[in-house]
C-alpha cells in the first residue's frame, strides 16, 4: 500500500510555470506507476500525464503534451509534473495516484491509490 501527497500548486498567471510534487510513503514506491490526473468544476476527472516505474516511459493527454513533464525520483520517493505555459483551461484540482505495475495507464480506474489533490489557478 502507499499513500500520497501532493503539494506545489497555487494561483499563476497564464503563461507562468509550476512544479508540482506528490510524496509517497511505503516501502514499494519503485513498484507502482504513477500519474497525475486534473478535475475541474463540473467537469470529469481527466488524465493529464503518467510515467513507468522506472521513469523510462512517459504518456501525455494531448491537451499538455509539450507544455507538461512527468518526472520521479525512486530514490525520494517522488513524482513531479512540470507545468509551463500554462493556461486559464489548466485550471483544476490535480491529483497523483499510484498503480501497482509496469506501465501506466490513462484511466482513472487503472489506478488503486489517490492523493488528496493540490489546487491549481491559471489567471487571464
Known amino acids: 500500500q502507499v499513500q500520497l501527497v501532493e503539494s506545489g500548486g497555487g494561483l499563476v498567471q497564464a503563461g507562468g510555470s509550476l512544479r508540482l510534487s506528490c510524496a509517497a510513503s511505503?516501502?514499494?514506491?519503485?513498484?507502482?506507476?504513477m500519474g497525475w490526473f486534473r478535475q475541474a468544476p463540473g467537469k470529469e476527472r481527466e488524465f493529464v500525464a503518467g510515467i513507468d516505474l522506472n521513469g523510462g516511459d512517459t504518456l501525455y493527454a494531448d491537451s499538455v503534451k509539450g507544455r507538461f513533464t512527468i518526472s520521479r525520483d525512486n530514490a525520494k520517493k517522488q513524482v513531479y509534473l512540470q507545468m509551463n505555459s500554462l493556461k486559464p483551461e489548466d485550471t483544476a484540482i490535480y491529483s497523483c495516484?499510484?498503480?501497482?505495475?509496469?506501465?501506466?495507464?490513462?484511466?482513472?480506474?487503472?489506478?488503486?491509490?489517490w492523493g488528496q489533490g493540490t489546487q491549481v489557478t491559471v489567471s487571464s
Open positions: 511505503g516501502r514499494t514506491f519503485s513498484s507502482y506507476a
Open positions: 495516484a499510484a498503480r501497482a505495475g509496469v506501465v501506466a495507464g490513462r484511466r482513472p480506474y487503472d489506478y488503486a491509490y
